[in-house]
């Protein structure tokens, strides 16, 4: 059964291009040690709502937008695998929170069954 890792993540839009370079050389290394697919999307058409919402999600700040991004695996087992040798990646080594181009700290992120695959 397929498995997902999900992504929710506030970008300062002065630092999207800066994300778009991470986001580009992230999917290439995912790739590289076997994910089947990666998804990065930027919001479009996101409003925030009364309870909850992508915005309310990440606390959105006023200059910031949201990308909603996921990573497709064969398996858990497939995932955890990957992503293993992903984080031993010297392409990805020097993530550090002071020197990406969002914020880590309000990062929403998790792994996923796939239920329906049409």
Not at 103 to 116: N, P, Q, S, Y
Request: overall charge positive; charged content about 30%; proline content about 6%.
């Amino acid at each position: 059964m397929q498995y997902v890792d999900g992504y929710v993540v506030p970008v300062p839009k002065k630092k999207l291009q800066a994300y778009l370079r991470f986001a580009q050389l992230a999917s290439e290394v995912w790739r590289e040690h076997g994910a089947l697919e990666v998804r990065e999307c930027v919001a479009e058409d996101v409003k925030v709502g009364k309870l909850t919402s992508f915005p309310r999600s990440v606390k959105l700040k006023p200059g910031e937008t949201v990308i909603f991004s996921w990573i497709v695996f064969k398996s858990r087992a497939d995932r955890d695998r990957i992503n293993a040798k992903v984080m031993q990646d010297p392409r990805l080594a020097d993530m550090d929170p002071k020197t990406v181009p969002f914020d880590l700290r309000r990062m929403i992120f998790g792994g996923f069954e796939v239920m329906v695959k049409a």
